[in-house]
């Protein structure tokens, strides 16, 4: 079992210093709890949280030890899977209550990024950002034109035709944060994106993700075990035995 | 996502991966081509016996076993067990009945091919109202030792209009007459038996066996191996049929019935290989699930990464289906090809080698095979997808 002590709301925000009126919370999490039935019958629960609020442009890490619960929570965020108990409000909508919608509220909605596989092998790095954006019903010369200046931007420009089977980890971690963000969501959700790369390519891809959400202020959340991950974004939830802010 | 959308990801998995598809694809058109193959195999052969049956109502020869009766006149197999006396030909041939009689002059051969003395009254057979035999190529003989080949002769040894040959008495091997034939004329295939036989005018027989008195024991003087006979009416057919049941000269036999009594037997393994040929498809539509089931579970990461970019359950469903059902199409067309060629191959050796030319039509039984594959299989694969986008708990 795992828990979340404390959220957000306990430090001092920049609207709170600045004297300005925040803007509305993109996210809002009661407290939540996920259970799953075990094969003999009894409930085991991977994941519970206190409330928690994030804003627009935020970048938090989420950490905690393997089997804290992290993939669970950013599984809840993305609506693949609901809460057992509890809410989680995406721009003040319950996203456990999309229904059918819930898959095309993803489309468009969120970025999501996993550890390794993160493009589709029969693809090239091309396709799989047009593929993205067309499920995402992003214009086909929108799509272009997005696709071409992020492939330029991540230094991926001659690799575009490639698959990915032909990239390098490093490479392959860039394509997959410019076809999580390339039909510009405004949440990104990153699962141990770092966690096959080395420290440098590691650096590239969080300060590539932080600049690009930042850009189009978009919530990023990255589930994490890396410390130099944890450092580098401005806000941390601590879940598990580690709990703490 | 968009129908075209959902065919594209589909397609670029099937082509993707060359290997695993070709693989895939020719597991299932093997299997299917040999349920194909093993269904037409049993109707075209006994289609192939209905068809050389078909232009001869009844077959009159000397008294014996019909079936090596028709064995000797309708598939022109065997060796001819006697003749009917010239007056007992005779007979037949005057009996009010008879609408049309056809002498056949059996045991003399060329290049192991069956030389058949006849009659031109042979171009007048018909099947269901269209001429039977049809020349080809020059014309039908008009005089003493000219000869038309059938069609399938004509490939096996060359003979065109104008070539002489000699045939011999018996099979390979055996005597060689010493008057030549010309070859005058090429028949269109009749798609039997008759395909293999070289026609001549049974007159030009008689006196090859009438020469230098050779003391064959085959046709002379009018006697012949056969009466191939078409009746004036059914009533008629039965008639003849009971009033020489118990003529000493000769027995009246309808080849169709006798063909079908000899397929009974062989009936039996006919079955069999029905049997087989459902189970077969049974084996085919179990490997065919087996295989999309396993080829749906290597993807599971692929799915998984769709379903985070908000493809749909259903579409990814559709995904999976398609993919599916596109090898299981194409293996299934495959081997349908395959199965056609195949025994269109066997029976072609088989026809050249025997008297037997099925024809195999297009048939609601063998559209069944490869329709019910597609239909069970398409089931199965609609039902491997659902098992496959079904939502898993990490």
């Keep these: 079992m795992t828990e979340i002590k404390g959220d957000a709301e306990k430090i001092p925000s920049i609207w709170q210093i600045s004297g300005e009126s925040p803007p509305r919370p993109l996210l809002e999490i009661s407290s939540i709890r996920k259970d799953y039935r075990q094969p003999d019958g009894s409930n085991m629960t991977a994941l519970r949280l206190g409330p928690l609020t994030a804003y627009p442009g935020e970048a938090i890490s989420v950490t905690g030890p393997s089997g804290s619960g992290k993939t669970t929570l950013l599984r809840m965020l993305a609506a693949i899977t609901k809460p057992t108990f509890g809410e989680i409000r995406f721009a003040g909508q319950d996203i456990a209550r999309l229904g059918n919608a819930e898959a095309a509220w993803r489309a468009v909605s969120v970025g999501y990024i996993f550890q390794d ?65 390339i039909h510009r969501p405004p949440m990104i959700l990153a699962d141990e994106p770092t966690a096959s790369l080395d420290a440098e390519n590691a650096r590239v891809v969080i300060r590539m993700l932080t600049e690009l959400c930042a850009e189009r202020r978009a919530l990023l959340i990255v589930a994490t075990h890396d410390d130099a991950v944890r450092r580098a974004l401005p806000r941390t939830v601590k879940i598990g035995s580690e709990a703490a802010l | 996502m968009r129908v075209t959308t959902v065919l594209r ?61 028709v064995l000797n006149t309708v598939f022109l197999q065997d060796v001819p067990a006697g003749n009917i006396p010239a007056d007992a030909a005779q007979r037949l041939s005057d009996d009010s009945r008879v609408d049309l009689a056809i002498p056949v002059a059996l045991g003399d051969t060329y290049a192991g091919l069956p030389v058949v003395g006849t009659t031109s009254a042979i171009t007048d057979v018909k099947v269901k109202g ?97 009466m191939l006979i078409r009746p004036r009416s059914y009533a008629d057919a039965y008639g003849l049929l009971a009033s020489y049941q118990r003529d000493q000269s000769c027995q009246v036999v309808f ?33 065919t699930i087996l295989i999309l089931y396993w080829s749906g579970a290597s993807r599971r990461d692929e799915r998984e990464l769709l379903h985070i970019l908000g493809v749909p359950h259903g579409a990814l469903a559709a995904i999976s289906w398609l993919e599916g059902t596109m090898l299981l199409s194409s293996g299934v067309a495959l081997g349908w090809i395959i199965g056609r060629a195949g025994v269109a191959a066997a029976f072609g050796l088989l026809g050249n080698a025997t008297a037997i030319e099925p024809t195999i039509p297009l048939s609601a039984g063998e559209i069944s095979i490869p329709a019910a594959l597609l239909a069970a299989g398409s089931i199965g694969a609609f039902f491997t997808a659902l098992e496959h986008t079904s939502d898993r708990q990490p």
């Design chain 1, 117 to 181: 596989i993160n493009l589709l092998p029969d693809f090239s790095v091309l396709e799989n950002l047009m593929l993205a954006s067309e499920i995402s019903h992003v214009p086909v010369k929108a799509a272009e034109s997005r696709a071409s200046s992020l492939l330029t931007r991540l230094g991926l420009d001659g690799r575009k035709d490639s698959r990915p089977a032909k990239l390098s980890i490093g490479e392959r971690q860039r394509a997959a944060v410019a076809r999580a963000v």
């Design chain 2, 9 to 69: 990801v589909a397609l670029r998995r099937i082509s993707s991966r060359p290997f695993q598809t070709f693989s895939v694809v020719s597991v299932i058109a093997f299997s299917s081509g040999l349920a194909v193959a093993l269904f037409l195999a049993a109707s075209g052969l006994r289609l192939g016996l209905v068809n050389a049956v078909a232009p001869f109502d009844i077959a009159a020869g000397v008294r014996g076993s019909p079936y090596q009766l």
């Design chain 2, 255 to 287: 080849p169709a019935q006798t063909a079908v009594r000899l397929f009974s037997i062989i009936g039996q393994g006919e079955e069999f290989l029905r049997a087989v040929v459902r189970s077969v498809a049974v084996c085919t539509l179990l490997t």
């Design chain 2, 130 to 226: 269209v001429p039977w035999l049809r020349i080809k190529e020059g014309r039908f003989w008009d005089g003493a030792f000219e000869a038309v080949v059938g069609a399938k002769a004509a490939a096996l040894t060359g003979l065109r209009p104008g070539d002489i040959f000699r045939t011999t008495h018996g099979s390979i091997g055996g005597e060689e007459h010493g008057t030549p034939f010309k070859v005058v004329g090429v028949c269109h295939s009749v798609h039997g038996p008759y395909d293999r036989a070289i026609l001549v005018d049974i007159a030009s027989v008689w006196a090859e066996h009438d020469h230098g008195g050779d003391g064959h024991e085959s046709e002379s003087g009018g006697e012949v191996t056969a």
